[in-house]
């Protein structure tokens, strides 16, 4: 039986009317066609589909779309600003920290709740927190540079 | 995913009335293991009960010589909170050796010990701390809690309220973790508090088990060396892919080590 779903979806309050097994990735990408938010293994275990919900950073493949009621959820779409990329999209576009980029919106959002906690990570608590993201082309290195350098970004 | 009717009850007594109702009512916490598994249709609930309105069932505190750790508390949450951090450390890292970040930004200690998986961290702290699972029924010891491969003591519609973990003089947790998963090939809890030594291991079979040789030699001094000559039988452990029987055997005896020094 449908459902309606409220949320707000970068700042906007925003509703939708769903079925209880959707989930927030579908919610997301498919009613609001914000499509920065990827689907990889669609198995909780690649994030390509992160986002913050209440400030958090979630795999929104593992997530039903009604548990997020009331949520404030954030995606990729939500960092740049006028035009302007976010410190970390630059960083990562500065230290080529992509090459396909499928995996790129999630590890900015994974990075981002990271950076939230811990303004100035080492490189080994950069590598321990990327336990959620699978990228398949950069081998993590230029990643976890620009990470880092990000990081400095929005410390400055 | 099969179809449900989703129910989010803004308390306790509603939340275990809808699941009496219910055809086939499944409690619905942070969802870690519960939502693939329904994507995998390994579960068809006819009603999925969300317990994120329950603000009962949220939050950490201290209570006595205990730590009481609500049912619904998050991965991130027990890993984090300072009182845990100092007076239970051990606890604290088990829950951030959990899965990645973002599964400890969702899964839940209650979810964790219900779904009662054989390689789940938290069922080490449960039995190796010695700790009581409070149910909205009744107070359930961690010793009786896990019966078996994903089976625990809980009955149809009981519902796990918080689990209270005494505080111990010391203890420790390590474990062998599957590189990809996380989840415990091997791991293993050893403490020493109100009611002596205890040793309890995950991952190596059905459920969480105590080893009482390692506990009486502990008991009588706590050092690894004491670990050396006690043989851990093989029969009964699991044997997949990942590790043979064998190896898990010796892997307890190695993990139990590193954490009496760990907790030294």
């Not at chain 1, 990075?111 to 699978?134: F, K, Q, V, Y």
Request: net charge negative; with cysteine; charged share 20%.
């Amino acid at each position: 039986m449908p459902v309606t779903v409220s949320i707000t979806l970068n700042g906007e309050s925003v509703s939708a009317v769903v079925e209880p097994s959707t989930l927030l990735v579908e919610l997301i990408r498919e009613h609001f066609c914000l499509t920065g938010t990827h689907v990889g293994c669609d198995t909780s275990q690649c994030g390509a589909c992160v986002v913050h919900v209440n400030g958090r950073s979630v795999k929104s493949c593992t997530l039903l779309a009604v548990q997020a009621e009331n949520a404030d959820i954030s995606t990729i779409e939500s960092l740049a600003k006028n035009g302007q990329l976010h410190p970390m999209q630059q960083a990562f576009k500065t230290h080529h920290g992509l090459q396909c980029g499928f995996c790129t919106p999630g590890v900015i959002m994974s990075a981002l709740d990271l950076i939230g906690n811990n303004p100035d990570p080492s490189e080994i608590e950069i590598r321990d927190w990327l336990e959620g993201n699978l990228c398949r082309c950069t081998g993590y290195n230029n990643i976890v540079r620009a990470i880092s350098a990000g990081a400095q970004a929005m410390r400055s | 995913m099969h179809q449900f009717v989703y129910q989010r009850p803004g308390s306790l007594p509603e939340a275990v009335e809808q699941s009496i109702q219910a055809r086939e009512g499944l409690f619905l916490a942070g969802g870690m293991t519960l939502i693939p598994t329904m994507k995998l249709r390994l579960a068809a609930p006819s009603n999925l009960i969300d317990l994120t309105d329950l603000t009962e069932l949220k939050g950490i505190r201290q209570e006595d010589n205990a730590i009481i750790v609500g049912a619904t508390t998050i991965h991130a949450q027990v890993a984090s909170t300072p009182e845990v951090r100092d007076l239970l450390p051990a606890l604290a890292a088990l829950a951030e050796s959990i899965g990645d970040p973002q599964v400890r930004n969702r899964g839940t200690i209650g979810g964790s010990i219900a779904n009662a998986d054989p390689a789940a961290d938290y069922p080490a702290a449960v039995v190796g701390l010695g700790a009581i699972v409070k149910t909205n029924t009744r107070t359930i010891a961690g010793d009786d809690f896990f019966t078996g491969l994903f089976e625990t003591a809980l009955d149809p519609n009981e519902l796990i309220v918080a689990v209270s973990f005494p505080i111990p003089q010391r203890a420790a947790y390590m474990k062998f973790p599957n590189p990809a998963s996380r989840y415990a090939i091997v791991g293993v809890m050893v403490s020493q508090g109100y009611d002596g030594v205890r040793v309890a291991v995950t991952g190596a079979g059905p459920n969480v088990f105590r080893v009482p040789e390692m506990e009486q030699a502990l008991a009588d001094d706590f050092v690894p060396e004491v670990l050396e000559e006690i043989m851990v039988s093989a029969d009964e452990l699991n044997e997949d892919l990942h590790a043979s029987a064998d190896y898990r055997a010796h892997l307890i005896k190695v993990m139990a080590k590193r954490a009496v020094v760990a907790a030294s």
